[in-house]
């Protein structure tokens, strides 16, 4: 409020009050240019933004007998209805220091009920329930309380070094989980390798034995188709003696090879068993 000349005053637009004409509520002001008479008339104005208040550290006891300190900061607002900002005058005296008290006393009685692991965690938690019994008893002094949030949780020396003690632990145990972990798949992964490159090698040989037997299968229809033409030619070209002596070569060429011979009662059959390709000529008597 701002007084302008004698009985004129201003209240800004943040500002809402009272008048009251010899110590009796007359009426609500709202923000703007007004008029009193002295001495008769007195104006309470209040300030209707929001205030930043801190809530002290002090130590509360945890359900499970640890005390630690906290404390938390609030924003806390006189509501502007007229009925509100009676009430702030009326109902209360210091609404500043009373809100205050009131969060320090329920601020304890909400870490009372939670142990030391759990208020850790529960922040928001405990300030939504601060927040929702502070409005409850504020409702009754014209008070709006905005917001509450939880500063600081502070444990004792030696809890924090058992935590941290605690902390470190699970972290190496993680690290060797994820070590042991990181060794299996690789273990995994090289026996995959090994038994892919073992199966590329055993397909390679038998690939290999194949090419080999068809090779070798080859080579000999090319003998066994060569012994056959000369073998004709012997019987068609050469007589007597004369075709003797040339199955008698053949045979020789044959023996010379590891080959197979059939005797007869004929005498020496130039039929070959060469590998497992039977060729067989029927013998003919020398003319």
């Given at each position: 409020m701002r007084t302008i000349i004698g009985p004129l005053y201003t209240l800004q637009p943040y500002e809402r009050g009272i008048r009251e004409t010899l110590g009796k509520y007359?009426?609500?002001?709202?923000?703007?240019?007004?008029?009193?008479?002295?001495?008769?008339?007195?104006?309470?104005?209040?300030?209707?933004?929001?205030?930043?208040?801190?809530?002290?550290?002090?130590?509360?006891?945890?359900?499970?007998?640890?005390?630690?300190?906290?404390?938390?900061?609030?924003?806390?607002?006189?509501?502007?209805?007229?009925?509100?900002?009676?009430?702030?005058?009326?109902?209360?005296?210091?609404?500043?220091?009373?809100?205050?008290?009131?969060?320090?006393?329920?601020?304890?009685?909400?870490?009372?009920?939670?142990?030391l692991d759990e208020s850790l965690i529960a922040r928001e938690k405990i300030a939504n329930n601060l927040q929702r019994v502070l409005n409850q008893f504020a409702a009754d002094w014209g008070l709006v309380v905005s917001k509450v949030e939880i500063m600081l949780i502070d444990p004792p020396e030696d809890i924090k070094h058992a935590m941290h003690k605690q902390k470190t632990a699970e972290q190496e145990r993680r690290a060797m989980r994820l070590l042991a972990t990181g060794e299996f798949e690789a273990s995994e992964q090289q026996k995959l390798a090994a038994i892919q490159r073992a199966e590329g090698e055993s397909q390679a040989i038998i690939r290999r034995a194949e090419g080999e037997r068809e090779a070798a299968i080859q080579v000999a229809q090319g003998k066994a188709e060569a012994i056959r033409l000369v073998n004709e030619a012997a019987q068609k070209y050469f007589q007597g003696n004369a075709q003797m002596l040339k199955q008698l070569e053949m045979t020789e060429a044959s023996l010379s090879h590891n080959s197979k011979i059939v005797i007869t009662e004929h005498g020496i059959s130039p039929t070959l068993l060469l590998g497992s390709l039977p060729v067989t000529n029927k013998p003919e008597d020398a003319q």
């Open positions: 007359d009426r609500f002001l709202m923000s703007g240019l007004g008029f009193i008479v002295p001495f008769f008339q007195k104006i309470r104005v209040r300030d209707i933004r929001e205030h930043t208040m801190d809530i002290p550290p002090q130590p509360v006891i945890t359900k499970d007998n640890v005390e630690i300190r906290v404390d938390g900061v609030m924003w806390v607002r006189p509501q502007s209805d007229e009925e509100s900002i009676k009430r702030t005058f009326y109902n209360i005296d210091n609404w500043k220091r009373a809100i205050i008290q009131l969060a320090m006393t329920n601020l304890r009685q909400e870490f009372g009920d939670l142990t």
